[in-house]
């Protein structure tokens, strides 16, 4: 599939008005996308958990306006105009337009809502412009009743890539890849698909306790980061490891062997750390309190014989995967020992969900 396939190839009797609302989930990556080209186009491929109760709720509503070329709308977060938000929306809205040539036709009234804590350091771009491209391609839908789910899927999935990389795998669920590879079916740089394989049983209901660590703004944004993986000394090499993890997790979410699974999920995460470390110029997004936790899970792990391992995303909160079997002991554990590492001892329960739901 190629770009150009997203583009409307006829114009049609849109609404003169009305709304759409579509809630989004959150993922968490277990192989890192970290690193893009071209207009968010990831340098190696990534699989994500999608998660069930971290999640964006948008409703959408459109006005037609009197024609003009510029982009009209307005963003509100819990009912509080925000417009912080609208530099990012505005930008969002430039790189789809070709997408969805309406845009500029209407007014748009954006009201979102987080079910995690604002500031909780909790990424809310995957979730919140999954929810947009969702709302947006609704409206297009409303008028081409011959739109396929899948090509609906795709298309969204597409939209949410462009306006940020990791929202490409929040469409769907429980496990999506993102970026091509050779050992996916139908795998693509434009925009996530569902892992179909056969998943094993342990996966369907794998539980993450998110460890909010540090709930304050990031010194340095994802986009950044990603930026400084070119010319970064190790990024060939870490394309080549995140492909190579990519391909050697696929036979363990089909077996279940869950130290397999360990080994592959925190390599991952701390690599993800490493290339930050060694970028030019460096920068360090953990914090002591993030390996005060990992070493206590390492040593809970040994001593319990547990399943349980962590892994982290471009922040310093951290994210205990384990299967459900084991969820009262973790839980204990985690109320026992790993909250005093918790800003005002806050943690999230969450467990891999089934993707985005139109409201
Ligand atoms: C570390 O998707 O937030 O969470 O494409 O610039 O919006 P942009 O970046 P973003 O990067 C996410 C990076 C990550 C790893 C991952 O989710 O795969």
């Given at each position: 599939m190629?770009?150009?396939?997203?583009i409307p190839?006829k114009?049609?009797?849109?609404p003169e008005?009305?709304?759409?609302?579509?809630?989004s989930?959150?993922?968490?990556?277990?192989?890192?996308y970290w690193?893009?080209?071209?207009e968010?186009l990831?340098?190696n491929?990534s699989?994500?958990?999608?998660?069930?109760?971290?999640?964006t709720t948008t409703?959408?509503?459109?006005q037609k306006?009197?024609?003009?070329?510029?982009f009209?709308?307005?963003?509100?977060?819990?009912?509080?105009?925000?417009?912080?938000?609208?530099?990012?929306?505005?930008?969002?809205?430039?790189?789809?337009e070709k997408?969805l040539p309406f845009?500029?036709?209407y007014?748009?009234?954006?009201?979102?809502?987080?079910s995690f804590?604002?500031?909780?350091g909790?990424a809310?771009?995957?979730?919140?412009?999954?929810a947009?491209?969702?709302c947006?391609?609704?409206?297009?839908?409303?008028?081409?009743?011959?739109?396929?789910e899948?090509?609906?899927?795709q298309?969204?999935?597409?939209?949410?890539?462009l306006?940020?990389?990791s929202a490409a795998r929040?469409?769907?669920?429980?496990?999506?890849v993102?970026g091509?590879h050779t050992?996916?079916?139908?795998s693509?740089?434009?925009?996530?698909?569902?892992?179909?394989d056969?998943?094993h049983e342990?996966?369907?209901?794998?539980?993450?306790?998110?460890?909010?660590?540090?709930?304050?703004?990031?010194?340095?944004?994802?986009?950044?980061?990603?930026n400084?993986?070119h010319?970064h000394p190790?990024a060939?090499?870490?394309?080549?490891?995140?492909?190579?993890n990519?391909e050697?997790?696929l036979?363990?979410l089909?077996?279940g062997n869950l130290?397999?699974f360990?080994?592959?999920?925190?390599q991952?995460a701390?690599?993800?750390?490493?290339?930050?470390?060694s970028s030019s110029p460096?920068?360090i997004?953990?914090?002591p309190?993030?390996?005060e936790?990992i070493?206590?899970?390492?040593?809970?792990r040994?001593?319990h014989?547990?399943?349980?391992?962590f892994t982290?995303d471009?922040?310093a909160n951290?994210?205990?995967?384990?299967?459900?079997?084991e969820k009262a002991?973790?839980?204990?554990?985690?109320?026992?020992?790993l909250v005093?590492y918790c800003?005002?001892g806050?943690?999230?329960c969450?467990?891999?969900?089934?993707?985005?739901?139109?409201l």
């Amino acid at each position: 599939m190629q770009e150009q396939q997203f583009i409307p190839s006829k114009s049609y009797q849109l609404p003169e008005k009305g709304e759409v609302k579509w809630e989004s989930p959150s993922n968490i990556a277990l192989v890192k996308y970290w690193g893009k080209y071209g207009e968010q186009l990831p340098k190696n491929s990534s699989i994500s958990f999608t998660l069930s109760h971290c999640k964006t709720t948008t409703q959408l509503s459109y006005q037609k306006k009197n024609s003009s070329k510029k982009f009209s709308f307005e963003v509100y977060l819990d009912g509080n105009r925000t417009e912080s938000f609208e530099p990012k929306i505005e930008k969002f809205f430039e790189r789809v337009e070709k997408y969805l040539p309406f845009l500029t036709e209407y007014h748009f009234k954006i009201e979102t809502q987080n079910s995690f804590p604002h500031s909780s350091g909790i990424a809310s771009s995957a979730s919140g412009m999954s929810a947009l491209a969702l709302c947006l391609l609704q409206l297009e839908r409303q008028a081409n009743s011959a739109m396929t789910e899948e090509f609906f899927n795709q298309k969204a999935s597409f939209l949410a890539r462009l306006g940020s990389g990791s929202a490409a795998r929040s469409i769907k669920g429980n496990l999506v890849v993102w970026g091509e590879h050779t050992a996916v079916n139908k795998s693509s740089n434009l925009y996530g698909v569902e892992f179909s394989d056969k998943v094993h049983e342990v996966f369907k209901n794998y539980q993450d306790t998110i460890l909010l660590v540090d709930r304050g703004e990031k010194q340095v944004s994802s986009t950044v980061g990603h930026n400084l993986m070119h010319n970064h000394p190790f990024a060939e090499q870490r394309f080549l490891q995140a492909n190579s993890n990519l391909e050697k997790i696929l036979p363990v979410l089909q077996s279940g062997n869950l130290d397999d699974f360990i080994f592959i999920v925190e390599q991952e995460a701390l690599s993800l750390h490493a290339m930050m470390m060694s970028s030019s110029p460096y920068f360090i997004l953990i914090k002591p309190n993030t390996l005060e936790i990992i070493n206590k899970i390492w040593e809970y792990r040994e001593t319990h014989k547990s399943k349980i391992c962590f892994t982290l995303d471009a922040g310093a909160n951290v994210h205990v995967l384990y299967p459900e079997n084991e969820k009262a002991k973790v839980l204990d554990f985690i109320k026992n020992q790993l909250v005093g590492y918790c800003q005002k001892g806050m943690y999230i329960c969450d467990e891999v969900g089934f993707g985005a739901k139109p409201l």
